[in-house]
């Protein structure tokens, strides 16, 4: 009997704490006093570089950590946010910049 009353009030406590705050602003994303840094690494002000060989860039200018990823290279799993990831084609041009 007990574990018939139990679920019920468990599930309606779940389904409260999910529920909006109904002061019409949405949830906090950060904690006050700390910005969410979304492109630690700079890749979306590097984005004029796709298209261009990769041999034709200063790689030291660019970040403090730079990784070129040619087609097929094997990379580690390792989250660097401050790492500037370059995907590069089969030519060498490159594709994409990601942090990473």
Known sequence: MTRRILLPVLAALAVS????????????????GFETVTDP???????YLIG??????????????????????????????????IDLDGDGAIVRLWCG
């Open 17 to 32: 704490a999910c529920a909006a705050t109904g002061n019409g602003e949405p949830p906090a994303t950060s904690l006050p």
């Open 41 to 47: 690494c700079g890749a979306d002000a590097r984005g």
């Open 52 to 85: 261009q060989p990769i041999r034709e860039v200063d790689l030291e200018s660019l970040a403090r950590i730079v990784r070129p990823i040619h087609p097929g290279q094997p990379v580690t799993m390792d989250h660097r946010p401050d790492r500037l990831n």
